[in-house]
C-alpha cells in the first residue's frame, strides 16, 4: 500500500469515529465520506491495473540470437519489425520493448547471461547446460525449443575422410569452443577412437568463426567442419565439400532465459513464449514468406547473401519445432561429460522451465 492510500484510509476511519451532533453535519459527513471512499477506490483499482494489465514503467527485454538460419524464429520476427509489423508486441502488451543482440555462437552469449547483459538468448543446447552446471542449477531455464536438425560434419571431399580414425592429424573447425557442434565434434571423434584434448591431440579441433570457415575451407586450411546451416550448404555448394556426418534429429536451437529475469517477470516471458510458440506455427505453414524473410533478414541486417536454392537447400535439413526432448538434453550431457567439458552429471530438474 502506498503512502496516498494510507492517508486516506486513515482520514476515513477519523470520520467514522466523529459523529457530529446536527443532521446536516452527518450528512455532510456521509458524503465526505462517500466521495473519499470513491476516490480511494479508485486510486486502489488503478494500482491493481497498473499491476494486472499495465506496468508502471517501461520494460526492455534483451533477445540474443545467431545470423544462422537455425535461429529462424528470431531472424523472421526482426523482419517482421522492420516492415513494421511487430510479432511480439501484440503478445507483451504495451510497455515492453525488445532489444535484439547477435552472437557468432552460444558460449558469447551466456557469457552475456552470466553478465545480465542478455535477458532472453535462442542457443544451442550444450552453452546452455554447461552454463547452467556452472552456476549449480542457479542460472539458465530453458523455455521452449526452436529448431532440430541443420547441422553437419562437411568435409573436403578429394580426402578419405569415412570414419573418425581417419582424421588422425587432421584440421576439424567449429563454430566456438564449446558450443553445441564444437562438443559434436570433440564427441564423435573420441567415440571413434581418437584422444581429442582441449588444446590438440590426435586431430585437431580448431573453433573458428563460421564466416571464417568458409574461407579457410576454401584455401584447404582446414581439412572439415562441423557447422549448422547456412554454412553447411555453403560449404557444399561453394566450396565443393561432402557431408559425412549429418544430425537431422539432434536439438539445434532452444529458447532459454536469464533465472533472474524469469523471477522478476515470469508474466512477460509466458507472453513471449507463447509469442515464440505461435511464431514457430506460422513459420511452419508458410515455409516460402518465412525463407524470403530470412534471406532479406541476412542481408539487411548482416550482408549475408544468399540464393533462394541455397535457402531451400538449408531448409530441407531443419525442422522448428517449440518441443523440448528430455532425453535429447541428457544425450548433451553424456556428450560434454565425454569431452571434458562436464566433470559430473548435474541435477537437471530445474533446467527446463514447466509451461
Known amino acids: 500500500m502506498n503512502f496516498r492510500t494510507e492517508s486516506l484510509?486513515?482520514?476515513?476511519?477519523?470520520?467514522?469515529?466523529?459523529?457530529?451532533?446536527?443532521g446536516h453535519a452527518v450528512l455532510r459527513n456521509r458524503h465526505l465520506i462517500h466521495a473519499r471512499v470513491s476516490h480511494l477506490l479508485c486510486v486502489v483499482g488503478l494500482s491493481v491495473w497498473g499491476t494486472t494489465f499495465g506496468r508502471a514503467e517501461?520494460?526492455?527485454?534483451?533477445?540474443?540470437?545467431?545470423?544462422n538460419i537455425t535461429h529462424a524464429q528470431a531472424l523472421v520476427a526482426r523482419n517482421f519489425e522492420r516492415q513494421g509489423r511487430d510479432w511480439f508486441a501484440p503478445?507483451?502488451?504495451g510497455g515492453v520493448?525488445?532489444?535484439?543482440?547477435?552472437?557468432?555462437?552460444?558460449p558469447s552469449a551466456m557469457e552475456a547471461i552470466f553478465a545480465e547483459s542478455l535477458d532472453l538468448s535462442y542457443v544451442g543446447p550444450n552453452p546452455a547446460i554447461n552454463a547452467y552446471a556452472r552456476s549449480g542449477g542457479e542460472e539458465i531455464r530453458i523455455l521452449a525449443g526452436a529448431v532440430e536438425g541443420g547441422s553437419a560434419l562437411v568435409v573436403q571431399s578429394d580426402l578419405y575422410l569415412t570414419k573418425p580414425t581417419d582424421f588422425r592429424g587432421k584440421r576439424i573447425g567449429t563454430p566456438q569452443f564449446?558450443?553445441?557442434?564444437?562438443?559434436?565434434?570433440?564427441?564423435?571423434?573420441?567415440?571413434?577412437?581418437?584422444?581429442?584434448?582441449?588444446?590438440?591431440?590426435?586431430a585437431q579441433v580448431l573453433p573458428t568463426?563460421?564466416?571464417?570457415?568458409?574461407?579457410?575451407?576454401?584455401?584447404?586450411?582446414?581439412?572439415?567442419?562441423?557447422?549448422?546451416e547456412p554454412w553447411v550448404s555453403r560449404l557444399e555448394l561453394e566450396a565443393g565439400g561432402k557431408i559425412l556426418v549429418e544430425q537431422k534429429d539432434a536439438v539445434t536451437t532452444l529458447l532459454v532465459s536469464r533465472a533472474g529475469f524469469l523471477a522478476q517477470h515470469r508474466d512477460i516471458v509466458s507472453h513471449f513464449v507463447k509469442a515464440h510458440?505461435?511464431?514457430?506455427?506460422?513459420?511452419?505453414?508458410?515455409?516460402?514468406?518465412?525463407?524470403?524473410?530470412i534471406a532479406d533478414e541476412l542481408i539487411a541486417n548482416f550482408r549475408i547473401g544468399m540464393s533462394a536454392e541455397l535457402l531451400g537447400r538449408a531448409w530441407m535439413r531443419m525442422s522448428l519445432t517449440s518441443n523440448i526432448s528430455s532425453s535429447q538434453l541428457r544425450a548433451f550431457v553424456t556428450?560434454?561429460?565425454?569431452?571434458?567439458f562436464l566433470h559430473s552429471i548435474p541435477d537437471l530438474s530445474r533446467l527446463v522451465e514447466p509451461q
Open 335 to 340: 556428450s560434454a561429460q565425454q569431452v571434458g
Open 209 to 228: 568463426a563460421n564466416s571464417d570457415q568458409l574461407a579457410l575451407f576454401k584455401t584447404r586450411q582446414l581439412d572439415a567442419v562441423w557447422t549448422v
Open 277 to 293: 510458440r505461435e511464431l514457430t506455427k506460422w513459420i511452419n505453414q508458410h515455409p516460402d514468406e518465412a525463407q524470403r524473410m
Open 97 to 106: 520493448k525488445l532489444e535484439w543482440y547477435a552472437y557468432n555462437a552460444g
Open 9 to 22: 484510509l486513515k482520514q476515513i476511519t477519523r470520520m467514522g469515529r466523529r459523529s457530529p451532533s446536527t
Open 58 to 67: 517501461d520494460i526492455t527485454v534483451r533477445v540474443g540470437y545467431f545470423p
Open 178 to 202: 564449446g558450443n553445441t557442434q564444437d562438443v559434436a565434434a570433440r564427441a564423435w571423434l573420441i567415440a571413434g577412437g581418437l584422444k581429442i584434448t582441449q588444446a590438440g591431440g590426435d
Open 91 to 93: 503478445w507483451l502488451g
